[in-house]
């Protein structure tokens, strides 16, 4: 309920800034205007996807010895170190599309759509689209992500539809929207835009490694039963990884499928081990929990971004 | 001489924006097509880059011509034609598996088999201008001389090649199976940008 409400919180904040101060369309034409300014967006999903320009903005910042251009460094370094607090779970924990996603695919009891299975490479889509985001963004010298696929510039930028090209924009944002976000989360009950579109889950995939808390499957409690394959909501779990008794690079942590294995075959471990002093039914197992990992992980987080402001 | 090191100089501090020009459609390439071999691999960037090298003495030489005849304009519709082109060739590669290729269109792949692919994507990402090509497209304009315009494009092309060829770094890792099908992917998704892209541009 926390994770989904920061998501609704989020999204109402970046209506009212603009309704509220009755200047939207100012902030839309400052928006836009940072966007095709060939400036890296403060944003961790375009952090990724954008991560050649933020390189190059840098590198540049530093050429220039301006100091004040800096500042991106610093905010850069802060959502380079989500990866490293969080891992993958930032995305079940954390991010505004993964609570909105979240939230729909929770409205339905059951799933109108039974769908279990990615068809053959699909799967791979957000890593395809991370390396071509990246790769297009540094070419044109603009955030792609953000002026191309991010939904959430319906809410405060892209308002104006003049020209065909911000026609485009439009109906593919819109698209995103409905499609990803909404319908398909509310239809199938799986986190279509986290598990198919996201390139920052992508790049959670490669960089969320470093980070020890890992999901991982009993081979000597599983039955293939299939439940967590069925749970997961966002196709992490392949018939092929479950027969190895694997989970996918793209989970995102959210703990369905441990909640659902009647097995209890699958649980929270760093790096595949037990957690040592916390073994499995012992009086501390409790605390190998996703919760309390969340916990000290925003109070780490907490503790960077003070420093920061504070810097 | 000083041709030579004007062109190289152009060409190595402006090779970062050539990076990017090529790396859309060089890398989703490169995954698909690497082997876990250093040779192969080589042999794959050499082609690629070949094919970027005849590009440019051709438009040495055409450039050269330009300016020898005192004109400095290139067609309007060539970028984005080269852009189309490019996005055309990306989709149909990564549509039709080179194994069924043979048994669809002999006729075709006998002249057009999937070996030469790199060689003719390095040609269109050499048309594809991009801002130091210009620059040097500019300078060679003024040199007056195909000769030496030739050889300005060539020191421009040794300059920016140092850019492109740590993409043969992908090596170690193309043993990796899910590296294929991310290249695929990012071959369709970067051919239909392309696409995109060179349309819009002849449109408007």
């Keep these: 309920m926390l994770f989904i409400s920061m998501a609704w919180l989020f999204v109402a904040n970046k209506w009212l800034r603009g309704l509220v101060g009755l200047s939207w369309l100012n902030g839309l034409n400052e928006n836009l205007r940072n966007l095709q300014a060939q400036e890296v967006p403060n944003c961790h999903i375009a952090m990724g996807s954008s991560i050649l320009n933020y390189l190059y903005q840098q590198y540049l910042a530093f050429q220039s010895e301006n100091w004040y251009q800096w500042g991106p460094l610093s905010l850069g370094f802060l959502w380079l170190v989500i990866p490293f607090l969080f891992g993958q779970a930032w995305c079940s924990w954390g991010c505004f599309y993964g609570g909105l996603d979240d939230g729909f695919s929770r409205i339905f009891v059951k799933p109108w759509i039974r769908w279990f299975r990615l068809p053959g490479p699909l799967r791979d889509l957000p890593a395809a689209l991370l390396v071509v985001l990246a790769l297009t963004s540094l070419t044109t010298l603009l955030p792609v992500f953000c002026l191309w696929v991010c939904p959430f510039k319906l809410t405060d930028g892209f308002l104006d539809p003049v020209g065909n090209t911000r026609r485009l924009q439009l109906a593919i944002l819109g698209t995103v929207l409905v499609v990803a976000v909404i319908l398909l989360p509310l239809l199938a009950r799986k986190r279509l835009f986290c598990g198919l579109i996201c390139p920052f889950g992508a790049w959670q995939a490669l960089t969320g490694k470093i980070h020890p808390f890992r999901v991982t499957i009993d081979p000597d409690r599983c039955t293939q039963c299939q439940r967590c394959l069925r749970a997961c909501p966002t196709f992490a779990i392949s018939h092929e990884e479950l027969r190895q008794h694997q989970i996918g690079p793209y989970c995102n942590q959210c703990g369905e499928c441990i909640d659902v294995c009647p097995e209890v075959a699958i649980r929270y471990t760093a790096f595949g081990r037990d957690f040592p002093w916390m073994p499995p039914g012992g009086a501390l197992a409790e605390f190998a929990d996703h919760r309390v990992f969340a916990l000290f992980a925003y109070l780490l987080l907490g503790g960077a971004v003070g420093s920061l402001c504070l810097y | ?204």
Aim: charged fraction near 10%.
């Design chain 2, 1 to 204: 001489m000083l041709v030579l090191i004007e062109g190289f100089g152009l060409g190595l501090s402006t090779g970062i924006y050539c990076l990017g020009a090529c790396a859309p459609i060089l890398i989703p390439f490169v995954m698909v097509e690497s082997r876990p071999n250093w040779r192969s691999n080589l042999w794959l960037t050499g082609q690629f880059l070949l094919g970027r090298l005849i590009a440019y003495v051709l438009f040495a030489a055409g450039a050269s011509l330009l300016g020898q005849l005192a004109s400095s304009r290139l067609p309007t519709w060539l970028v984005p034609a080269g852009l189309l082109l490019s996005g055309i060739l990306m989709l149909a590669y990564a549509a039709a598996p080179r194994e069924a290729w043979p048994g669809l269109c002999p006729a075709v792949c006998r002249r057009f088999p999937a070996a030469r692919m790199p060689l003719l994507l390095g040609f269109l990402v050499g048309i594809n201008v991009c801002p130091p090509f210009l620059a040097a497209m500019t300078r060679v304009i003024d040199l007056h001389h195909t000769g030496l315009s030739i050889l300005y494009f060539l020191a421009f092309f040794v300059g920016t090649t140092l850019y492109v060829l740590p993409v043969i770094l992908v090596t170690p890792i193309a043993r990796i199976a899910r590296l294929k099908s991310i290249g695929w992917l990012a071959c369709v998704i970067a051919g239909t940008w392309f696409c995109a892209s060179g349309i819009s541009g002849l449109v408007h």
